[in-house]
């Protein structure tokens, strides 16, 4: 890519055999280092954009600074929301699965070329989205795409928003196709070999997105670009929600998908340890493929339109997909406990004190998956169909999901960063102390930030509004005071910025460093309990997916059948706000 | 396949767990009587309710003893009527709809909260047993002013609180007062 | 690699010398007595998570009883 990075390549074989080994990863497969490193620069872009304006936003909603008006907090929470969730979760996952994929199938893809289609569709998908959220801000431009994240029909955006947004779901589609060629050529090779872990991860999780995003690309390709456009009228509003929904519950397992690769792969080998069971680790990629789709109606808890029934119905296939999350805290700490004890850990708890605490990529994945554990419990609150009239809608959500993606994915990604950002660009990490102290504060800012939203949603605070109070009436804490609660998360949230920068800073330092990485040549350990100790049924994708599209066709066939019996495709009497294109049919009659 | 016993007891308690998490929401539900925001409130067309025989005139009815109706029609960016006065000791059932894009009616501090989608009405019944006052945030974004869509409950001593022959305006002046702001804001 | 993953081979398979020489490990890579399947019980996993599934189930109680339900007036119809 650039003469620093082939100077690096260059010391590896010649100066000095042992900086860059031949079996190291950016030596055997250049070009898919390329690719992750191109990946991993859009996340981190979105991430930089994304976090400024998180920090915005929460000095402004707690009136601490203002800098903006809040008509425009809208569109930075837009631009948030899809940046964060969307393009820097998607990224960086496309580079942990290129990465992975190719490491444990042991060959690139099939055509660099096709490889370098899905990263430009992904990419022409996000200036097209992320520029038309953007040109919001600017008044002399006549786009503007003030959504939100969810981009509820009958609030419109401006069409670009919507195609770049099918545009970008294209790329990850053609992402996933690169990835499963490189798989059917590795079967070829290896006709009773089982799957290579990671790469068994990276087949499940792409097949629950292709059946996830049908539900957002019937949303945006049939309904709302046509509606955008103005070519067609505008869609049930119901219908558009409850699609969303169908891809907006399976999207959050999609962007946690690479840190429980990280934490099952990863994670056991910075800890000393290895994998304590390789079979389970494959029950969890398949229960989250069963179970990530069936459960949007839970999003829905609160709406009209939908029977209790249907709801019920969701609730406890939501239940149950607890059950692979609460496996996996039991596999990934105890293949950290196998680290500790063969560090000489002792005792029940004393053991903790014998892991790699100094390691920022340990470290870092630790205290998400902390975080990821208390993330959880409010998202039980959330699930729990009845009492979700206590959190709807209210700060307590974005609590929660800024300890789930905020932090569980955001933060294990920062510090897997820290551990493959040397191995994808061959240079060593900047410093280690550093990245050590951001990941810490992280951490800290969240906590208070997190805990505060909580306990504000508890009071009643609605989520997603710019101003800080109403003029007809206050809100109660239980515990505390409003204000005081406004200033923690403006002070957890400023912590988190800096946190922020702190890690941008290290990348790009170590992006820059010309002394080369070291400890290339290692590979991940195996499991303990390795992949023959488990049925040989659960490599049986088509199966796994087969089961899959039918537990999704038992939970939404009734749900969207009596919407559409209800209301029907194009209600009656819905408009678009703000209206973009006058509709091509009411200027034609 | 091999998986640990201790893997086999934590598999055991958390299939524990989430068979509890079940039970406590059918107990919510059987028991403590709670009921989720279905579909029982209908459709209505969204930019025809000036014609619907219940939201044109967005106000409280009474239907019974100690039975209310309130038809609450949310729309960039106020809720009518506002503010919403109802007895104490009295079961009120909430029908909420929009006029224009999606909306939230979160009575601030208690567990009525819904989501106001426009073609479709959330119907929900709520027992006020002591004289309170509320508040009435929509909880979803619903445009630029969106910070600004806040309404109120005012649960009234029963003898304070009126409604007239027809059974429409409460205390008279304020609901008239707020359906000629909503009229205004719809129009404009 | 796909060996490496692939299988449970004998532990000293997996100690290669530059195992965990990536500065990412406080220990010796060169480990004295490492930990087979039949000799590892993560009897302090075990403990964590019984403490979490206390928390989590008195949280969920308080949560349920005492902020929800005590939280009327509550949807009922």
């Known amino acids: ?589 | 396949m091999h998986v640990h016993n201790y893997e086999k007891l934590w598999l055991l308690a958390s299939l524990a767990l989430i068979v509890g998490f079940i039970s406590t929401i059918v107990y919510g539900a059987v028991g403590a009587g709670v009921v989720m925001v279905n579909d029982e409130g209908g459709q209505v067309n969204a930019s025809g309710l000036s014609e619907h025989p219940e939201f044109n005139d967005p106000g409280v009815r009474k239907v019974g003893p100690n039975e209310y109706e309130a038809y609450v029609v949310a729309q960039q960016f106020a809720f009518s009527p506002d503010p919403i006065e109802v007895p104490a000791n009295s079961t009120v059932t909430f029908y909420v709809t929009s006029r224009d894009v999606v909306h939230g009616f979160e009575v601030a501090g208690t567990n009525a909260n819904a989501m106001v989608v426009p073609g479709e009405v959330s119907k929900m019944t709520v027992e006020f047993n002591e004289t309170d006052e509320y508040g009435v945030v929509c909880n979803e974004y619903c445009g630029q002013a969106h910070h600004d869509m806040a309404g109120e409950v005012i649960v009234k001593e029963p003898g304070n609180f009126t409604l007239d022959d027809a059974g429409e305006s409460t205390t008279a002046q304020a609901t008239n007062g707020t359906d000629e702001t909503a009229n205004g804001t719809g129009e404009s | 690699m796909v060996e490496a993953e692939a299988g449970s081979e004998t532990p000293a398979d997996v100690q290669a010398p530059d195992a965990y020489a990536d500065g990412t490990l406080v220990r010796d890579p060169e480990v004295e007595n490492p930990l087979g399947q039949e000799d590892f019980d993560p009897k302090g996993t075990l403990a964590l998570l019984l403490v979490y599934f206390i928390i989590l189930t008195l949280m969920w109680t308080f949560m349920y009883y005492v902020e929800f339900l005590g939280n009327g007036p509550t949807v009922i119809g």
């Open chain 1, 1 to 589: 890519m650039s003469t620093p990075t082939e100077s690096i390549l260059n010391i590896g074989r010649t100066d000095d055999e042992t900086a860059l080994p031949a079996e190291s990863f950016i030596v055997k497969y250049p070009t898919v280092a390329r690719v992750v490193r191109v990946c991993f620069a859009y996340a981190f872009v979105a991430l930089a954009v994304g976090g400024l304006f998180g920090v915005i936003q929460a000095l402004h909603r707690t009136n601490v600074i203002r800098v903006i008006d809040s008509a425009d907090y809208y569109t930075l929470l837009t631009a948030h929301g899809v940046f964060l969730a969307i393009v820097f979760t998607i990224f960086f996952l496309a580079g942990v699965f290129a990465w992975a994929n190719t490491r444990s199938l042991e060959r690139p893809p099939l055509n660099p070329r096709f490889t370098w289609l899905w990263v430009g569709t992904m990419s022409a998908g996000t200036l097209l989205s992320g520029g038309s959220i953007l040109a919001g801000l600017v008044a002399e431009i006549d786009v503007s795409a003030d959504v939100l994240f969810t981009f509820y029909a009958p609030l419109q955006a401006h069409p670009l928003f919507y195609i770049g947004l099918a545009l970008f779901v294209v790329g990850t589609w053609l992402a996933g196709i690169d990835w499963f060629r490189q798989y059917l050529d590795w079967r070829a090779d290896n006709p009773d070999e089982r799957i290579p872990l990671q790469s068994f991860m990276v087949l499940t999780t792409m097949l629950m997105w292709y059946l996830s995003t049908l539900g957002v690309a019937i949303e945006v390709v049939v309904f709302l670009i046509p509606w955008s456009l103005g070519l067609m009228p505008a869609p049930t509003p119901l219908l558009t929600r409850t699609l969303f929904w169908f891809f907006g519950h399976p999207v959050v397992y999609f962007w946690l998908m690479p840190a429980y690769l990280m934490w099952y792969t990863v994670l056991p080998k910075l800890s000393g340890g290895r994998l304590f069971s390789d079979p389970l680790a494959r029950v969890v990629f398949v229960l989250f493929l069963l179970l990530s789709t069936p459960v949007g109606i839970h999003h829905q808890y609160l709406d009209p339109g939908i029977a209790e029934g249907f709801k019920f119905i969701a609730m406890t296939n939501t239940m149950f997909l607890l059950l692979p999350s609460l496996l996996t805290a039991f596999t990934v700490v105890a293949s950290v406990e196998h680290g500790a004890r063969q560090n000489g850990g002792e005792g029940y708890f004393g053991w903790l004190t014998a892991l790699p605490w100094r390691d920022p990529a340990f470290t870092g994945m630790m205290l998400a998956g902390l975080m990821f554990a208390a993330g959880g419990f409010s998202g039980m609150v959330n699930a729990g169909m009845n009492i979700n009239y206590l959190v709807h809608n209210t700060i307590w959500v974005p609590g929660h999901f800024h300890l789930t993606v905020g932090t569980a994915v955001a933060l294990t990604f920062m510090a897997a960063a820290y551990w493959l950002v040397p191995r994808v660009t061959g240079r060593a990490l900047y410093s280690r102390p550093i990245g050590l102290f951001q990941v810490v504060l992280w951490f800290i800012g969240m906590t208070f930030m997190s805990a505060a939203m909580h306990r504000g949603g508890l009071a009643g605070i609605p989520r997603r509004t710019a101003e800080p109070e109403y003029s007809k009436f206050t809100f109660e804490a239980v515990v505390g005071t409003i204000s005081s609660l406004r200033l923690q998360i403006a002070f957890g949230g400023v912590l988190l910025f800096v946190s922020l920068v702190i890690f941008l800073a290290n990348i790009a330092l170590t992006a820059a460093n010309n002394e080369p990485a070291t400890g290339l040549k290692t590979d991940l350990p195996p499991a303990l309990s390795g992949p023959e100790q488990s049925p040989q049924v659960l490599d049986e994708l088509k199966l796994w997916a087969i089961i899959a599209i039918v537990l999704v066709i038992l939970a939404y066939s009734l749900p969207l059948w009596s919407i559409i019996n209800g209301a029907g495709f194009y209600q009656d009497g819905i408009t678009a706000s703000p209206q973009v294109v006058q509709p091509v049919l009411e200027v034609l009659i």
